[in-house]
């Protein structure tokens, strides 16, 4: 093989890994953080609810769970809610931050019936409102992943938004109770 052949077939085999390592079709899309970090103001409660691992490797063939990409999927989606104990904690780290919402995003493990499983943080608050949500999203009812009209188990995230009770509602253009 010639120099030029050499050199040709190096810059075609870089420019085909290039590729692969750009398209999106080589693989999916990660989603989420890559590593998940539980809050510095995490308390014990907050430390019962499981972190997720770094990646899921979902598929109906290897673990029985739909994974997000396949070919023909319905997701599952959130059909009924319940509300999240906001934590005194909470409540008292809100007043003192000015912090008027904390958001926690669970990992859920739907089966084909629409009942949530298993539960893994995601994204953590802390001051307990992580175990608050896990608890709460344990009893929301779910619309089953479908592949084909096969009702079929799928993990799915779920963001919780938990609003402290008692900041104040400031509007734009509204005093705020500071005098003119």
């Not at 899309?29 to 998940?36: A, I, K, L």
């Not at 990646?55 to 009924?80: C, E, M, N, Q, W």
Request: aromatic residues 6%.
């Amino acid at each position: 093989m010639s120099k030029v052949q050499y050199v040709v077939s190096l810059l075609i085999l870089a420019a085909s890994w290039s590729f692969a390592q750009q398209s999106p079709l080589a693989r999916p899309v990660e989603t989420r953080n890559p590593v998940t970090v539980r809050s510095p103001y995490s308390t014990a409660a907050d430390m019962a609810v499981p972190l997720c691992p770094q990646h899921f490797h979902d598929s109906l063939k290897t673990d029985g769970i739909a994974s997000p990409y396949s070919k023909g999927v319905r997701l599952a989606k959130v059909k009924k809610t319940v509300p999240v104990d906001m934590t005194a904690t909470a409540i008292d780290a809100a007043n003192n931050t000015h912090i008027g919402n904390f958001l926690v995003i669970l990992d859920v493990l739907v089966d084909a019936k629409g009942n949530p499983g298993q539960v893994c943080l995601e994204k953590s608050s802390g001051y307990g409102l992580d175990a608050s949500a896990a608890a709460a999203v344990k009893q929301y009812s779910f619309r089953p992943a479908r592949i084909h009209g096969k009702h079929v188990p799928m993990r799915i995230p779920v963001q919780v938004r938990i609003i402290n009770p008692e900041a104040e509602l400031q509007l734009p253009g509204s005093s705020g109770g500071q005098g003119a």
